[in-house]
Nanobody
Framework: QVHLEESGGGEVQPGESLSLRCAVS?????????RGWYRQSPGRQRELVAV???????SIADSVKGRFTISPDSARNTVDLQMNSLQVYDTAIYFC?????????WGQGTQVLVSS
């Protein structure tokens, strides 16, 4: 059974950085997998932040390009999201996402609050 465990959320001020980590268990990395992060702000739909496939293909939201970096680690079976220059509008619950041949899986989410 696939399980995703997020860590690293918290509260920061505008301009600061945070790093999120998703630890994946029950599924080994493959070229067909897609792994990454979505986020959901109050009153808004869940939106893609950054995802990456096992073959290196990736999709990054325009709103975070140049600020956020997604980094998979097949040895550790993790996928990290480095978030720099955070802004108030980045405040959201961030969800880890994994899509494999067996299905789509979500973590429970970790809160990121950017506030001055």
């Amino acid at each position: 059974q696939v399980h995703l465990e997020e860590s690293g959320g918290g509260e920061v001020q505008p301009g600061e950085s945070l790093s999120l980590r998703c630890a994946v268990s029950g599924a080994t990395s493959s070229d067909r997998d897609i792994r990454g992060w979505y986020r959901q702000s109050p009153g808004r739909q869940r939106e893609l932040v950054a995802v990456i496939a096992g073959d290196g293909w990736r999709s990054i939201a325009d709103s975070v390009k140049g600020r956020f970096t997604i980094s998979p680690d097949s040895a550790r079976n993790t996928v990290d999201l480095q978030m720099n220059s955070l802004q108030v509008y980045d405040t959201a619950i961030y969800f880890c996402y994994v899509a494999t041949d067996s299905g789509v899986y979500w973590g429970q989410g970790t809160q990121v609050l950017v506030s001055s």
